[in-house]
């Protein structure tokens, strides 16, 4: 995955800069993700590897495929990827993609894990609180598992932030040398 990464990374940031130039932003966001899924469907990986199909073949395999959903630009794009044999990084461009769209328009998604379902209004107030704190737009995703038996589990980015039971039981048994 980290070699993929680093190959998509100059393929998902022009991608990027061409759909922020040209206020693509959600066509754009729309078809990568297509993408994603079609060429990790492992009917189409097996077309996309045949070493008897051109970049031709397979770039109207994918059009095909997806049906008129891709713009023009996106079309010119898979163009580009096919002749440069780079089809099977779609997800790897799409989650890249993904990233800089969110640092560009300032969100961040954050998971929530608690011992407990929370209600709708402490979900408001957990997203304001976590948006004053973070200085962001929150995305959140709340999670319930009962093994943490209390607190929270709160994950934005790299950032991990283990208030739970659970966290704080180990962290004594490791102070005790358990």
């Known amino acids: 995955m980290a070699e993929s990464t680093s190959l998509a990374r100059p393929y998902a940031r022009a991608a990027f800069e061409s759909a922020r130039d ?3 932003l959600d066509a754009w966001s729309e078809s990568l993700n297509l993408l994603s899924v079609v060429t990790q469907d492992a009917d189409m990986v097996a077309a996309l590897n045949h ?3 051109s970049a031709q073949q397979k770039i109207d395999l994918i059009t095909e495929v997806c049906e008129g959903k891709l713009p023009e630009a996106v079309q010119n794009f898979v163009r580009i990827m096919a002749e ?3 089809l099977a ?4 461009i799409a989650e890249l993609f993904a990233g800089y769209r969110h640092d560009h328009e300032r969100v961040v998604d954050v998971t929530v894990t608690t011992a407990y379902e929370l209600t709708d209004d402490q979900k408001e107030k957990l997203t304001q ?3 004053r704190k973070l200085d962001r737009k929150v995305l959140l995703d709340v999670q319930s598992d009962r093994s943490i038996i209390g607190g929270v589990v709160i994950q934005a980015g790299d950032t991990v932030i283990d208030a739970s039971l659970r966290g704080r ?5 490791t102070a005790m040398g358990a």
């Open 89 to 92: 990084l779609f997800p790897a």
């Open 22 to 24: 040209s206020n693509q």
């Open 169 to 173: 039981l180990g962290k004594l048994a």
């Open 51 to 53: 070493p008897g199909l």
């Open 129 to 131: 609180a976590l948006t």
């Open 84 to 86: 440069n044999r780079r």
